[in-house]
């Protein structure tokens, strides 16, 4: 541990010293470029004591040093697309959020793959817009990387927001996945019902459905999320990518220890016990032991719908 500078002699050392404490502390903590942070630093001592600027390293003497201060403030980059898909691609939700998007782009997309109940963010995209074309190209550009890196990605189940051109993509690209919608709209009957309906029942339809039936897990990435931005509007672009890096690092780390030790987040007491009824009703109704029309009621029930 260094002395304190007592002595007037050392009052330029320990100046400079404080110049270059302070100037990686802020490299460490801002997303600005290093190059920019070094000027505002050398101004602001300029501007206190400029008897001392004479005395600092220039940017090239020490841009090092800079760099490498930065760099140990991001997690470890992942050595290949291997490590970021430590989980099972059997169930894929995709997703758009734009509250925490910046302003120069419409939209944050994200992709999550399903370990056991676990979603984790695998993809996150900045997309200009929400167009049939824009998707096919994103969606294409991950199954090529994958296919680069030796990543079969071939999902079974699909879920996605009700949103006609991100489904039609979906069926192009992956076309035998099946797919789940949720957040649905209003205009019942001619959104999802009739023959000529919007969507296909099939979308919206999770009877004998074998994996997650919500999307709770992307309410609850999109809520942390928020909460990381402060819950910022359009945030700065260099904001969110501090942000989506502090992000993949929790969720790495999450992964990393339920598929060493199978730990899981706990889950909700209600919404554990309201699965299993929802369960065991739909396995006594195709035994025959229920009706449509009890099965339906007891459902509704289940989740607190008064009447139909």
């Known amino acids: 541990m260094k002395k304190p500078c007592n002595h007037e002699g050392d009052e330029i050392k320990c100046k400079v010293e404080e110049f270059r404490m302070n100037l990686k502390r802020r490299i460490e903590d801002s997303p600005q470029p290093v190059k920019k942070i070094y000027r ?30 930065r760099n140990t403030s991001y997690p470890p980059a992942p050595q290949s697309l291997k490590q970021l898909s430590g989980s099972d691609n059997d169930h894929l939700f995709f997703d758009g959020t734009f509250k925490s998007c910046p302003n120069s782009f419409y939209q944050l997309y994200s992709v999550h793959s399903v370990n056991n109940e676990l979603s984790t963010p695998k993809v996150y995209i900045l ?25 079969c990605l071939n999902p079974k189940y699909v879920t996605i927001d009700f949103e006609q051109a991100a489904i039609n ?28 309906a919007l ?10 459905f074998k994996s997650l039936r919500t ?29 989506v890096q502090n992000d ?11 598929l060493k030790t199978g730990a899981l987040p706990p889950r909700k ?19 025959k032991t229920l009706t449509l029309d009890e099965y339906l009621k007891k459902v509704m029930q289940l989740i607190a719908i008064q009447k139909y």
């Not at 997309?127 to 990543?151: A, E, R």
């Not at 069926?171 to 009739?194: H, Q, R, S």
């Not at 993949?248 to 339920?258: N, Q």
């Open 269 to 287: 007491k209600l919404f554990v016990n309201r699965n299993a009824r929802l369960n065991n009703l739909e396995e006594r109704f195709k035994q």
């Open 40 to 69: 505002e630093q050398i101004i602001s001592l300029y501007t206190a004591s400029p008897q001392i600027t004479p005395f600092t390293p220039m940017f090239h003497e020490m841009k090092t040093s800079l760099y490498n201060a």
């Open 127 to 151: 997309l200009p817009d929400k167009k049939g074309p824009t998707y096919i190209s994103i969606f294409n550009s991950i199954l090529n990387l994958c296919h680069v890196n030796d990543i």
């Open 248 to 258: 993949h690092a929790y969720d790495s780390a999450i992964l990393l220890r339920h």
């Open 215 to 243: 999307n709770n897990n992307l309410e609850d990435w999109h809520h942390r999320l928020n909460n990381d931005l402060n819950n910022v509007v359009h945030p700065h672009f260099y904001i969110l990518i501090r942000s």
């Open 169 to 196: 993509s979906i069926k192009l690209i992956f076309p035998n996945a099946i797919i789940k919608g949720y957040e649905f709209y209003d205009n019942v009957t001619t959104t999802w019902i009739d023959n000529d």
């Open 199 to 208: 969507f296909d029942y099939t979308l919206w339809n999770y009877f004998d």
